[in-house]
């Protein structure tokens, strides 16, 4: 059973860069097939899809972000990131890493990690 | 992008009886190369994340009581739950996976009446 963990600090200052990162176990980061989401949550915007990057590292983000998003994989590490740029306090939220074999068509979200709140303040 | 509209906001029923949420698309999920609604229903506890109970719009996952069913096609959608459980409490949302970027329904929060 593939899970996933993220980390990352819960705290963040305003125009500064919010930086997570999800590791997966129970299964390889690089199984064919497999896409590896970020999506956050928040009381104002509700879920929200920020992107994935998949098994062939082909990555795809929500146009939302304004280009703020980057994601990348640590394929030595099973593990992949997100980078966040000129956070406002629009970007607090609970951010999930999750999973999606690919089985029920891309997008259908299977593994997802507990969450962590991220809160951009001074 | 597709917007997800999701009826009503916050719905409360007995005990074993019957909950309906609606879900509508500003445009059509259904990818006709396959006929498949690419429509997911997720229920979420709170402090938790989450669960996908179904896909295509009607198959259930893995694991998923079967008084969970979901129903409809193109830009209508239907969960339903037969016979309430205390442990049905949650929000539900539902979500398209037809095109990028993937969006999903403000949520219906479900409560014991």
Known sequence: QVQLQESGPGLVKPSQTLSLTCTVSGGSISSAGYYWNWIRHSPGKGLEWIGYIDYREKIYYNSSLNSRATISVDTSKNQFSLKLTSVTAADTAVYFCVGDSGVSGAGSFEYWGQGTLVTVSS | ?113
Do not use: H
């Open chain 2, 1 to 113: 992008d597709i917007v997800m509209t999701q009826s009503p906001d916050s719905l409360a029923v007995s005990l074993g009886e019957r909950a309906t949420i609606n879900c509508k698309s500003s445009q059509s999920v259904l990818f006709n190369s396959d006929n498949k609604n690419y429509l997911t229903w997720y229920q979420q506890k709170p402090g938790q994340p989450p669960k996908l109970l179904i896909y295509w719009a009607s198959t259930r996952e893995s694991g998923v009581p079967d008084r969970f069913s979901g129903s409809g096609s193109g830009t209508d959608f239907t969960l339903t739950i037969t016979s309430l459980q205390a442990e049905d409490v949650a929000v539900y949302y539902c979500q398209q996976y037809y095109n990028l970027p993937y969006t999903f329904g403000q949520g219906t929060k479900l409560e014991i009446k």
